[in-house]
């Protein structure tokens, strides 16, 4: 981790849901290789903290309060991102919501718009709102999950909206072209808060780490390094890919 790069100096990055978990990880190590940082997530006292972890890391970081489904505060992410930094380089889609474990057929309308507005549509606002100041050869990653490819039970329609961003990762990157690349990361598990109710059983982290190649459970850092290169000019050939990065779990739609 500390032999990295410097892969974005200059560059300014925002990064959604970013206070804690794999949306922090990749917060930290796009800092730590140079860039400015603009960090979010729901609750102001989430934001203080992880502010203070990465300036004392050296980052230069800006946080804020911003609840990705408040138009409000997705306007303010991008217009105070630009009073301070003067453009925007990278953004990183990272916020998502998993309500429930019912199927889809018991799903409550509620349930079932809450989780296309906070995994899909906010993420094409937060675009809406962020593209006119995107610099030419930025880069915009989504998060997706290996449950796009093959949606759980208990979390079918979650992995749904997580299908849904790899096809919204092939549309943008054609309408966004070429000045911007559109990418995705589709992550395994990750012992994370959102993954504890899967994660923090024995028996089922036992079988999801067996369902490997490898053998474990991922790390955010390993998600942060799959995001960060294809940010980076690294992947500057590579747009409308989405990148599963599951320890080798089958992924095929
Ligand atoms: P996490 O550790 O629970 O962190 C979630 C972060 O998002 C927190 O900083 C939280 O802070 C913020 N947040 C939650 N809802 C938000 C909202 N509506 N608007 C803005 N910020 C919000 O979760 P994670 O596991 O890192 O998940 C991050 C992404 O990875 C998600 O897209 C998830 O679907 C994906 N993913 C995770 C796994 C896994 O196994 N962990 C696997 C595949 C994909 P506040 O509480 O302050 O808002």
């Not at 946080?63 to 217009?79: E, I, P, T, Y």
């Not at 962020?130 to 998060?143: E, N, R, W």
């Amino acid at each position: 981790m500390e032999k990295i790069g410097k892969r974005f100096q200059g560059k300014v990055v925002i990064v959604t849901a970013s206070t804690q978990g794999i949306g922090f990880a990749i917060a930290q190590r796009l800092g730590l290789e140079g860039a400015s940082l603009v960090i979010s997530s729901r609750k102001q006292k989430n934001v203080d903290e992880a502010v203070e972890k990465l300036k004392a890391r050296g980052i230069e970081v800006l946080g804020m309060v911003c609840h990705v489904s408040d138009a409000q505060q997705r306007k303010n992410l991008v217009d105070k991102t630009v009073q301070k930094y003067g453009k925007i380089d990278v953004v990183v889609s990272n916020a998502a919501a998993n309500p429930s474990t019912a199927t889809i057929l018991e799903s409550k309308e509620s349930v079932l718009d809450k989780l296309w507005e906070v995994n899909v549509k906010t993420a094409i606002l937060l675009l809406q709102d962020a593209s006119p100041h995107l610099t030419k050869g930025s880069s915009v990653i989504f998060i997706s999950s290996i449950g796009g490819y093959n949606p759980a039970s208990s979390m079918a329609m979650y992995g749904v909206t997580k299908t849904a961003l790899l096809g919204l990762t092939k549309a943008l990157a054609t309408e966004l072209a070429p000045n911007t690349r559109v990418n995705c990361v589709a992550p395994g598990f990750v012992p994370t808060h959102f993954a504890d109710f899967i994660t923090k059983n024995e028996t089922m982290r036992k079988t999801i780490e067996g369902s490997t190649l490898l053998n474990r459970l991922g790390t955010t850092d390993d998600m942060a390094a799959a995001t960060a290169f294809l940010a980076s000019d690294d992947a500057s050939y590579i747009t409308g890919e989405t990148l599963v990065v599951a320890g080798g779990v089958p992924s095929r739609l």
